[in-house]
């Protein structure tokens, strides 16, 4: 997080400054919001990273709700990428999951940034700041009679320095 600090100056303007990067637990990153109970939290493994530099993120997953739920997961748990405000989906195709109990919580769900999502336009991981965030897609079991619902997580800032 990069967080806006200053200081007044003897003559009583303010003067503006950007602090350091601060690091924050994984506790302390919040979750997106909660679709029928179901959220999901986005962070990176680091703030910044440089160009041609793998950019990994990693997600959780918790079932706040009182049915399980079955997430369209793939071979990295997570079926769909928003980056920069576009949409991206996996193109390894969308696998059923196993469920997520009522209160269960899947962690450290690895989020890499590579070919394989795809959208309108290609993945561009250019240097300046990118905001990302992800999706959880999936159903309610079939026990609870619920359609599908789709979980977003919190969106977050990373850099990419040449």
Request: a negative charge.
């Given at each position: 997080m990069i967080a806006k600090v200053g200081r007044i100056t003897p003559e009583g303007a303010l003067v503006e400054a950007e602090s350091q990067p601060i690091w924050v637990t994984i506790s302390e990153w919040p979750w997106g919001e909660a679709m029928e109970g179901v959220q999901v939290r986005l962070r990176p493994d680091k703030a910044m990273f440089e160009a041609g530099e793998p950019v990994s993120l990693k997600a959780d997953i918790y079932n706040g709700g009182k049915s399980e739920v079955f997430g369209q997961q793939t071979k990295h748990g997570i079926?769909?990428?928003?980056?920069?405000?576009?949409?991206?989906?996996?193109?390894?195709?969308?696998v059923l999951g196993p469920p997520i109990a009522p209160g269960g919580r899947v962690n450290d769900i690895p989020v890499p940034l590579d070919n394989i999502w795809m959208g309108e336009n290609k993945l561009?991981?250019?240097?300046?700041?990118?905001?990302?965030?992800?999706?959880?897609?999936?159903?309610?079991s079939q026990?609870?009679?619920?359609?599908?619902?789709?979980?977003?997580?919190?969106?977050?800032?990373i850099e990419i320095v040449p």
């Open positions: 079926s769909q990428l928003q980056f920069d405000n576009q949409w991206y989906e996996w193109g390894g195709g969308p561009n991981l250019s240097p300046g700041k990118h905001i990302i965030r992800v999706g959880l897609v999936g159903s309610r026990d609870s009679g619920a359609g599908a619902i789709m979980a977003v997580s919190n969106p977050v800032e």
